[in-house]
Antibody, heavy 118, light 108 residues
Framework: QVQLVQSGGGVVQPGGSLRLSCAAS????????MHWVRQAPGKGLEWVAF????????YYADSVKGRFTISRDNSKSTLYVQMDSLRAEDTAVYYC???????????WGKGTTVTVSS | EIVLTQSPGTLSLSPGERAALSCRAS???????FAWYQQKPGQAPRLIIY???SRATGVPDRFSGGGSGTDFTLTIDRLEPEDFAVYYC?????????FGQGTKVEIK
């Protein structure tokens, strides 16, 4: 059974850093691409970052480019996003998501909440 | 960046009625790269339609997707109580993925 278990959310001050983790089971991270998608309180969905299955390609939304870094550790079957220089507008529920057919979001983690506030 | 605009913002319907949701793209989108998601309160979204008209695994056949180019639709025939939720359209182009702002289907 494909499952994504997320951890690492919390409250951080503006300008601070946080790393989110997403442990995958039931499939290999090096076979499927993975995404991070976020949802600000009461708002819609916003794609954040993508990591290609072979690790060769990373894409980022303009809103996080240069501040967030997506990565993975195949030995731990875990996806990460390192979030630096956090801003109030980064406050959201962050979902890790397994890619489907290269274009879609198939399996979603339960989400982890990040709050950027002083 | 392709912008997706969904309408209406809220759809108030009764169980058993048909829901018709619209998603308009600012530029032409390949049907191969277009999808719809359902999100219920407190839950992660769920993929329901991909490649514009293909139902994801386990999705009832009362859900159907259509359209091409810049205009796409999601139709839900005979609304069931569990169908009342927020629906998002999504597209992939180049190195970006974008979502519409969502349509809430609520019980009238």
């Amino acid at each position: 059974q494909v499952q994504l278990v997320q951890s690492g959310g919390g409250v951080v001050q503006p300008g601070g850093s946080l790393r989110l983790s997403c442990a995958a089971s039931g499939f290999n991270l090096n076979i499927d691409g993975m995404h991070w998608v976020r949802q600000a309180p009461g708002k819609g969905l916003e794609w954040v970052a993508f990591l290609r299955h072979d690790g060769t390609t990373k894409y980022y939304a303009d809103s996080v480019k240069g501040r967030f870094t997506i990565s993975r550790d195949n030995s731990k079957s875990t996806l990460y996003v390192q979030m630096d220089s956090l801003r109030a507008e980064d406050t959201a529920v962050y979902y890790c998501v397994k890619n489907y057919l290269g274009y879609f979001f198939e399996v979603w983690g339960k989400g982890t909440t990040v709050t950027v506030s002083s | 960046e392709i912008v997706l605009t969904q309408s209406p913002g809220t759809l108030s319907l009764s169980p058993g009625e048909r829901a018709a949701l619209s998603c308009r793209a600012s530029q032409s989108v390949s049907t191969n790269y277009f999808a719809w998601y359902q999100q219920k309160p407190g839950q992660a979204p769920r993929l329901i339609i991909y490649a514009a008209s293909s139902r994801a695994t386990g999705v009832p056949d009362r859900f159907s997707g259509g359209g091409s180019g810049t205009d796409f639709t999601l139709t839900i025939d005979r609304l069931e109580p569990e169908d009342f939720a927020v629906y998002y359209c999504q597209q992939h182009g180049g190195s970006l993925w974008t979502f519409g702002q969502g349509t809430k289907v609520e019980i009238k």
